[in-house]
């Protein structure tokens, strides 16, 4: 009898589609009985039409139709709560199953960058990180990436009815909470679907993976994945990173230079350009004297530099570097021909700016 009721169950578990890239679903159709055609066709209503409801895929038979109402479902993330900056910037609270997870929202004049999550919580505990404060629950799944593009486009659409017009979303950065390269094999379907012409068609060049360092990874993923890399070096010398970064303890700054060089060999996405992320920390990385350190650092990697100035976290000891001690830095770098940008600050006042998710519902 329990038996009966359990298999019962299991036959009820729907299987959600936003997991799939075109691959996944040829193999699903394929075993739904139907034609490899036909994967096509569902992912552009989930990806081009926005449609999820089976029953209005005009161009599926009925006989496919009923399969999929049997078989699939595409479920999108409960979302808890929306917050807006006072500078444009919106930040989305959703729940996965137990966990929060956030996505950021960040608009400009004509265009607007989304920063998504790859992991519920970061195991790397990077010292001056909120996310890396959480410690480490679990890695999304490729449906849960995917559906944070999903919602927030389809919101985008939504508004755009109301004659609330927001930029569209033209750049996806994985900078949200987690480090992308731990949870690589979802990620790399992800990407899969984030690129692929049946899916968001996004270009190679507006999707930006950040990483604090996963050497392995990095070298897995060259020549393999193409978009844009950024690189979380945040210190000019192993003295320094070791101490606000515990993965250059595994991977230091020579092994995550040289698989950076390997990357780039074989990438030409954002002109064969790794950006270098780092952020400014009083008086521990953002003297001219580590300036120069930097400079060395990068002398034969083709790169641009983007400084970041801290956003404050709860229960840290650190400060970000004065305006002053920033433009120093940055100009020093400028000087000796180097690319140099600083990151505006963005959603700072909803807690949405880079390295303070930490998504719990007291947050709120
Ligand atoms: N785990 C990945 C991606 C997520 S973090 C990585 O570390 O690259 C995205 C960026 O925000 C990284 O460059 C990270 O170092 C930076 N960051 C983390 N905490 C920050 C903070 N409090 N202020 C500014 N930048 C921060
Ligand atoms: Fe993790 Fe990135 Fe935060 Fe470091 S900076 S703790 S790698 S999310």
Redesign the pocket.
């Known amino acids: 009898m329990l038996k009966k009721k359990k298999l019962k169950k299991k036959k009820k578990k729907k299987i959600n589609l936003l997991n799939f890239n075109l691959i996944k679903m040829k193999d699903f159709v394929l075993k739904l009985g139907e034609k490899k055609f036909r994967a096509v066709q569902i992912m552009e209503w989930i990806y081009k039409k926005h449609c999820i409801n089976f029953n209005k895929m005009s161009n599926l038979s009925n006989n496919l139709k009923k399969k999929l109402e049997n078989t699939s479902i595409v479920k999108l993330p409960k979302y808890i709560k929306k917050k807006k900056s006072s500078d444009g910037t919106i930040k989305w609270n959703f729940l996965f199953k137990t966990e929060f997870i956030e996505t950021v929202y960040i608009p400009e004049k004509k265009r607007a960058t989304l920063?998504i999550s790859?992991?519920a919580g970061?195991i790397?505990k990077?010292g001056?990180?909120?996310?890396?404060q959480l410690g480490y629950t679990r890695n999304l799944l490729v449906s849960e990436i995917i559906s944070q593009i999903w919602f927030v486009i389809n919101k985008l659409n939504q508004y755009k009815l109301k004659k609330l017009i927001l930029p569209s979303v033209t750049n996806i950065?994985?900078?949200?909470?987690?480090?992308?390269?731990l949870n690589l094999k979802n990620i790399i379907i992800a990407i899969d679907i984030i690129l692929g012409n049946y899916g968001f068609n996004f270009s190679k060049n507006k999707v930006t993976?950040?990483?604090?360092?996963i050497v392995p990874a990095i070298n897995k993923i060259a020549g393999k994945i193409d978009i844009s890399l950024?690189?979380?070096l945040?210190a000019p010398n192993d003295h320094i990173r070791n101490m606000i970064?515990p993965i250059n303890k595994i991977y230091n700054i020579n092994l995550l230079l040289s698989s950076v060089k390997n990357y780039l060999s074989k990438s030409t996405a954002n002109r064969g350009i790794v950006t270098i992320?780092y952020?400014m920390l009083l008086k521990i990385n953002d003297s001219l004297h580590h300036a120069k350190e930097l400079m060395h650092l990068l002398k034969d990697i083709p790169c641009k530099i983007?400084l970041?100035?801290?956003?404050?976290?709860k229960n840290?000891h650190?400060q970000?570097s004065t305006h002053k001690r920033i433009i120093n830095f940055s100009n020093y770098l400028k000087n000796k021909n180097l690319i140099v940008t600083i990151?505006k600050n963005r959603g700072s006042d909803i807690n949405a700016?880079?390295?303070?998710?930490i998504s719990k519902k007291h947050v709120y």
Do not use: D, K
């Open positions: 920063c790859s992991q970061c790397l990077c001056f990180c909120a996310t890396g950065v994985m900078m949200g909470m987690g480090e992308p390269l993976l950040s990483t604090s360092g950024a690189i979380s945040h970064m992320e952020v983007n970041i100035p801290w956003n404050p976290i840290s650190y970000c990151r700016a880079c390295g303070q998710l």
